[in-house]
């Protein structure tokens, strides 16, 4: 069944669990997820980014949405716009059967440039008003995602800010957030505190002076009753990388966020926990180990199998791991 980011996460809140929010963008990412959800009896988030959206059209995505949740009618599931840019982005996406939607006002429209406060809590306020009018959730975003690693936090993957941020914009303030949460009415805050997206996120295992989990623990502590989001959650995990290595990647030597981190921010309000690159990233081992192990094989489900096996292991392990599983 199709619910709300709301419904989800007030759960979530009252059982002190937390969900993944994993990306898709094809059927076999549709698929590895719900298998791993009826798996472990999860309810999950689903996203889009708006470049999903671009890739494989609205019309298929909607309706191949529809399809995973007649497929497995007792999963929930959450089908929400990952970074919306604009009114007419999150719009859409509700009028396609989303039921939940990200206004990242954190950036300006570009995607690109750090946007005004100012900004952001006018545009996050105008796409929560409209949204609740039809029963679907908002999520907005305070401060900046950027590697607080390089101190002054340039961007390594080509998403989000270019160029040098400061420290005050990487990491979100508590005091601002409160106001933030009053004047947006927003279900869900997306937060920053040194995580960022894609692989390459920190060069050594994350301390507290790279990952800041206490400014979680902070904004928690002045907003308890508001569900907070982390992004740039993939973990990156070794064996996936040496997977991806050892048949012809070259893949830098990297770090994510720990999964015991997150397990320590979903005991302070982290409910809603995104993950892209991790299953990008199993899936990819796979392509290329079957490449290079059978040269001659062409039929792409050869490929495909075992890639959304290894993206549903990678979920069902998340699932596991957050305390989403027996939730269903
Ligand atoms: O926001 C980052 C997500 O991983 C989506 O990435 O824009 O390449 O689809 P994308
Ligand atoms: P990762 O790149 O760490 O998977 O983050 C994904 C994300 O935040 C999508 O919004
Ligand atoms: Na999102
Ligand atoms: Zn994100």
Same mark, same amino acid.
Request: hydrophobic share 20%; charged share 30%.
């Given at each position: 069944a199709r619910i709300t980011l709301r419904q989800l996460l007030d759960h979530a809140a009252e059982h002190d669990y937390g969900v993944p929010a994993f990306n898709i963008n094809n059927m076999e990412q549709g698929l590895a997820i719900m298998a791993a959800a009826a798996s472990v009896d999860a309810p999950v988030i689903i996203q889009a980014s708006r470049g999903a959206r671009a890739y494989a059209n609205d019309i298929m995505l909607a309706k191949m949405i529809e399809a995973l949740i007649e497929i497995y009618p007792d999963i929930p599931v959450c089908m929400h716009q990952d970074h919306g840019n604009s009114e007419a982005t999150c719009l859409t996406a509700i009028q396609h059967g989303f039921s939940s939607v990200m206004m $990242? &006002?954190?950036?300006e429209a570009d995607a690109k440039t750090p946007a005004s406060y100012d900004y952001n809590v006018a545009i996050t306020r105008r796409v929560a008003d409209m949204a609740h009018l039809v029963g679907a959730s908002v999520e907005g975003e305070l401060g900046v995602l950027g590697s607080l690693e390089h101190g002054s936090g340039e961007q390594e $993957?080509?998403? &989000?800010?270019e160029g040098k941020l400061s420290l005050d914009q990487l990491l979100t303030d508590p005091d601002q957030a409160v106001d933030f949460v009053r004047k947006t009415n927003v279900d869900a805050l997306a937060i920053a505190m040194g995580t960022s997206h &894609?692989?390459? @996120?920190?060069?050594? @295992? %994350?301390d507290g002076d790279i990952l800041s989990m206490r400014v979680v623990e902070a904004i928690h502590t002045k907003l308890p009753n508001i569900h907070l989001v982390m992004h740039g959650?993939?973990?990156?995990p070794q064996d996936l990388q040496d997977i991806f290595n050892a048949n012809g990647g070259a893949m830098r030597p990297t770090f994510g966020v720990p999964v015991e981190e997150i397990v320590r921010g979903i005991k302070h309000g982290v409910r809603k926990i995104n993950i892209d690159t991790d299953c990008r990233l199993a899936m990819t081992g796979q392509f290329r180990r079957v490449a290079a192990k059978? %040269? $001659?094989?062409? $039929? %792409?489900r050869k490929f495909l199998k075992p890639a959304m096996e290894a993206m549903q292991q990678v979920c069902k392990l998340r699932l596991e791991q957050f305390g989403t599983a027996g939730n269903a």
């Open positions: $990242d &006002g954190s950036l $993957d080509g998403h &989000g800010a &894609g692989a390459y @996120k920190f060069s050594r @295992k %994350p959650s993939s973990s990156v059978t %040269p $001659d094989e062409f $039929d %792409p």
